[in-house]
C-alpha cells in the first residue's frame, strides 16, 4: 500500500471540526511541487492562509496513473484537494471551492473588490491565462530548444531529456494504462488521444511557434493593463487576485524555460518584468516554487520511471545534472 494511503488511514480526524477558519488539518491536497497546477493551488492555498496538508504524488514515477491514484481521480491529473469524504480534482474547480465553499472570511481571490469593472477583469485575465497550455509550452521547449534561452533548474538538460523522451511514448502507455484499469479505461484512452495530438504539435517547430505566439499575444495585453495600474498595484487592482496567481506561475514557468527574453526582458515588456521580480517576493509565491534543495533532492532521488522514461536514462541523466549544478556552484 502506498504510504500515502497508510498515512490517511492513520490519520485521526477530529469529530466535527468546521473548515470555515482553515485552521484545521482535515484538508488535504494531492499534488507535486513541480507540476504548474499544483502551484496555482498551493500558492492560493498560502495565499488564504488555510492550513493544509500536502500529500505529494511522485508524477516522475507514474504514480499519478496508480490504480490508488485512479480512484480518487480517473484521469490521473494532480492536484487533487480532499476534504473530509469530498474529493474535488482540476485546479480550477479547486480555487472556487476554496473561494465560495470555505469561510468568506479567508483572503479572497476572486471577489477582492466592490467594483464590478474590476470583477470582470479578473475573470477576463483569469480566462486568457488559464486558456495558455502548459503541458505543451513547456514539452515544446524540450524539442525547440533554439527558440528558448537557458533553461533553469529543475528543466536543466537531463531533465528536459527524460521528459521528452517520456512524451515520445506516453501515449502509448496511457493505452496500456488504460487497459489495466477498467474503470478509467475510457477517460484514459481518450487522454491518450488528446495526448498523441499534443505531441504532434510539440515536434512541429511551425504549430509549437504558433503556441508561443499566442502567448505573445497574452502577455501583450498584460503589459497593456500594468501600463493603466499604479506601480503599488497588482495586475488588475490593488487587491492580489487569482488572475495575479495564474500569471505569477505561468512568468516563473516561461523563466524556468529560458522564454523570458522572447517575452519581457531587455526592455521588451517592462511592467512584466518590474511585475515578475515584485511577485517572486511575496511569501506565497516564495512557499510555493521549489528552491535548490528541493530540485536537488528530486534530480537525485528520480529513478527510471515505469510508465514514462525510457530505462538508463534517468541514471545517466542524474549524473550530469548533479556535475552541471556543483559547476553553477562552485
Known sequence: MHYVQKYLEKYQFIKNNKISNGTKTNIFLYCNCYSFYSQKVLMALYEKNIDFVPLIVDITKGEQYSSWFLELNQRGEIPVLKIHSEII?????????????????????????????????????????EALPAGVITVGSFFHPHLCGRPKLPFIYPVREVLKSGDLV???????????????????????????????????????????????????????QLKDQSEENWLCCENFSIADINLAILLQRLWELGLEGRFWTNGKRPHIENYFNRVKLRDSFVKTIPGLHVHLKMIITSQPPTYIAAAGVVSVGVVIAIAYILKKLI
Open 89 to 129: 480534482p482540476d485546479s480550477t474547480r479547486i480555487i472556487d471551492y476554496l473561494e465560495y465553499y470555505l469561510d468568506s472570511g479567508l483572503t479572497p481571490l476572486i471577489n477582492v473588490s466592490r467594483d464590478s469593472k474590476v470583477i470582470q477583469n479578473i475573470n477576463r485575465f483569469r480566462d486568457l491565462l
Open 170 to 224: 506516453s501515449f502509448k502507455n496511457l493505452r496500456k494504462i488504460a487497459e489495466e484499469n477498467p474503470k478509467a479505461k475510457s477517460i484514459l484512452l481518450y487522454k491518450a488521444e488528446i495526448q498523441e495530438r499534443k505531441h504532434e504539435i510539440l515536434i512541429n517547430e511551425e504549430e509549437y511557434t504558433k503556441v508561443l505566439n499566442i502567448v505573445d499575444s497574452v502577455l501583450t495585453q498584460v503589459e497593456e
